[in-house]
């Protein structure tokens, strides 16, 4: 057959067109929620990092559903916390993720540039540091 003549590379190369397709962001996808598993789930303030996240999921939130879910999350273990962010974070896209990195970084904003843009490049600097 022919793809017995192939070199290995090739072939490589070829099966992984065919049989694993990959959204162009992958890289990126893998490094956030390196970054996310690696750096803020080990940070001791799991239970503020939930609120934000979900603040930030669930935007429509009035003052007195805060209130309420900083009652509730003072409850969970841990363990749970994870979980809940990690669920959360399974639902949101690569963008959403990185405009809550963004945020949680606390970078300024500087006027006249495209921010998703710039927002994008904060985050993938900050993860590619840790990573390194």
């Known amino acids: 057959m022919l793809y017995d003549k192939l070199p290995d590379d090739l ?3 070829i099966y992984s067109k065919i049989l694993y397709p990959k959204h ?4 990126t996808e893998i490094k956030i929620q390196y970054y996310i598993t690696n750096y803020l789930l080990k940070k001791n303030c799991l239970k503020d990092l939930y609120i934000c ?8 939130l009035t003052i007195s559903d805060i209130d309420i879910l ?12 994870k979980y809940k962010i990690l ?3 399974k639902n949101m896209d690569i963008n959403d993720k990185i405009e809550y990195i ?7 904003i500087k006027h006249n540039i495209d921010i ?8 993938l600097n900050v993860i590619n540091n840790f990573i390194h």
């Open 87 to 89: 669920n959360i974070l």
């Open 53 to 60: 996240l979900y603040i930030y999921y669930y935007k429509n």
């Open 11 to 13: 072939l490589t190369y």
């Open 102 to 108: 963004f945020l949680l970084s606390d970078f300024t």
């Open 70 to 81: 900083q009652n509730t999350v003072n409850n969970f273990t841990n363990i749970k916390i």
């Open 116 to 123: 998703k843009k710039y927002m994008e490049i904060k985050v």
């Open 24 to 27: 162009k962001n992958f890289l």
